[in-house]
């Protein structure tokens, strides 16, 4: 895990954007720290927000059109895949990214991809921001979020 080349974060004014945390069900201790570190970044940035949870990450991508159908200015997309022993991972990988990468190009509006497709638990600790993890992913989808949220405006007038 290399944080050689890692963005600067933190000191955003988030106020008056809308953001919709969604974050799948598996692999709750991940999760929830995922979870922790996207209300962390959008709270101190003052951003409107709130959590939505779906089963899985499959379903991340149905639940962000919605958000952004409902008026979201951007969406926090958390969720854990953990390699298995058959191709699913790869599919589910695939589908995740792919159908969330859709729904940000069709709204015009920025998903912070804090999926993490790792190779067994262990990995997903040390990137979850709990106690003893090495990165905090939630929070790093939040605050590429809250930018980009910004930068669309700007460009936008």
Not at 74 to 86: C, D, E, H, K, S
Not at 146 to 151: D, H, K
């Given at each position: 895990m290399s944080r050689e080349g890692a963005p600067t974060s933190g000191g955003i004014d988030g106020a008056g954007l809308d953001v919709v945390?969604?974050?799948?069900?598996?692999?709750?201790?991940?999760?929830d720290?995922?979870?922790?570190?996207?209300?962390?970044?959008?709270?101190?940035?003052?951003?409107?927000?709130?959590?939505?949870?779906?089963?899985?990450?499959?379903?991340?991508?149905?639940?962000?059109?919605a958000a952004f159908?409902?008026?979201?200015?951007?969406?926090?997309?958390?969720?854990?895949?953990?390699?298995?022993?058959?191709?699913?991972?790869?599919?589910?990988s695939a589908a995740t990214t792919d159908g969330l990468t859709r729904v940000a190009l069709d709204a015009g509006k920025p998903v912070g991809f804090g999926v993490l497709t790792l190779d067994d638990e262990q990995q997903g600790l040390a990137r979850a921001g709990l106690p003893g993890s090495l990165e905090d992913k939630g929070a790093e989808a939040a605050d590429a979020a809250?930018?980009?949220?910004?930068?669309l405006r700007d460009l936008r007038g």
């Open positions: 945390v969604i974050a799948g069900t598996w692999h709750d201790v991940i999760s720290g995922l979870i922790a570190g996207a209300e962390r970044v959008l709270d101190a940035a003052g951003a409107n927000h709130r959590l939505v949870r779906v089963p899985g990450s499959f379903e991340l991508a149905i639940a962000a059109q159908a409902g008026g979201a200015d951007a969406v926090v997309a958390l969720g854990v895949i953990i390699r298995g022993g058959t191709p699913h991972f790869e599919y589910v809250l930018r980009t949220a910004l930068v």
